[in-house]
């Protein structure tokens, strides 16, 4: 049972980590694309970018799998009575 919820907070934790971490890469992907665009060598802007994408997505992904939004995961008969209490109001 302690693995379940070590494996929750482990995937949302890592989703928290993968999105600022693709945003930064995606900064610097834009600021190398604009350095060559002006003439200067900017370097490899089209790898930077391509990871970027793929760090933002499994963030998100991780995060929604995680259910992070949520909380974490309870119980079935937990979830059925906030349901029913959802429900009644």
């Known amino acids: 049972m302690a693995s379940r919820p070590f494996r929750w907070y482990l995937?949302?934790?890592?989703?928290?980590l993968l999105l600022p971490a693709g945003l930064c890469l995606f900064g610097e992907a834009l600021t190398?694309?604009?350095l060559q665009t002006?003439?200067?060598d900017g370097g490899p802007w089209f790898w930077y970018g391509t990871l970027s994408l793929v760090c933002i997505n499994a963030g998100v992904?991780?995060?929604i799998e995680s259910g992070l939004l949520r909380?974490?995961?309870?119980?079935?008969?937990v979830q059925e009575a906030a349901a029913d209490?959802?429900?009644s109001s």
């Open 11 to 16: 995937r949302a934790q890592l989703g928290i």
């Open 85 to 87: 209490m959802e429900r």
């Open 61 to 63: 992904g991780l995060m």
């Open 71 to 77: 909380g974490y995961p309870r119980s079935k008969a």
């Open 38 to 40: 002006l003439g200067k």
């Open 32 to 34: 190398r694309r604009i």
